[in-house]
């Protein structure tokens, strides 16, 4: 159960992120590039410059049968929409959770208030558990702002442009309800580890660039027809994140000392 010094951290901590605006604006601008600039590009390319089209012939021919309904455009915005932004969104959660991870203990280093905060009636725990889930309040919110913006821009781009809507599928909810929130619990616990140990913010946020890596190569094999992102690829890995992100959780909240912090 929260009390309400652990609460005060956590609003201290969003408010200490979000009236930052040199960081603030470097979390923003992943989602900015990714749900609004990268799919309006799709959008206007697919529908605007028909030759382009054949790009995507590999992934269409991957699709089950019945989701190859209506004619080519149609099936390349369900296509970009329901099998390759989700590959994208990913990285919102990861970059969103990890600057705001990165500056939770390194932050209080910087700032020369990390002794006061240990002399603090909270434990070690509650202090890891207030770090960890303010981050991951931030990047909960950033993720959903994220989607409703580009469902929304998408839709008006897509009706404006070709007459018919593109619908999301039974993916996004998989992403949002599990995915994100996980991967989002995974990057901030490796970073709340490195924040603990790093002198900068830069040094911490270093190891959770690290789980971009997969998802740039699932863009890559989508691209190349190696792969296709399908809903049970994704279900397996709403199954799966949840419990590696419970175990580095409670791992990087059980390793740390007050030694080790004020290193």
Known sequence: ??????????????????????????????????????????????????????????????????????NQKQMILGLLLNKIMPVFFLMIPIMASSVMAASSFVGEKEKHTLETLLYSPLSLKQLFQSKIL???????????????????????????????????????????????????LVAISITVRGSAKAQTIEEAQQRAVFLVFPIIALVIGQFTG??????????GLGIVLPLIAALLVKGSVGKFTYEKLLR
């Open 134 to 184: 303010a981050s991951f309040s931030v990047s909960m919110m950033v993720s959903f702002i994220s989607f409703a913006a580009m469902i929304v821009v998408m839709e008006i781009e897509v009706l404006l442009l070709t007459g018919s809507a593109v619908m999301p599928d039974l993916s996004w909810m998989i992403i949002m309800l599990l995915i994100a929130p996980s991967i989002s």
């Open 1 to 70: 159960m929260m009390n309400r010094m652990q609460l005060a951290l956590m609003k201290k901590d969003i408010r200490g992120i979000t009236s930052n605006k040199q960081v603030f604006s470097v979390m923003l601008m992943v989602p900015l590039a990714l749900t609004i600039i990268l799919p309006s590009i799709f959008v206007f390319v697919t529908v605007l410059v028909p030759d382009t089209t054949s790009d995507f012939q590999k992934l269409l021919e991957m699709l089950p049968s019945t989701e190859q309904i209506g």
């Open 226 to 235: 190696i792969i296709m992102v399908s809903t049970w690829i994704l279900l």
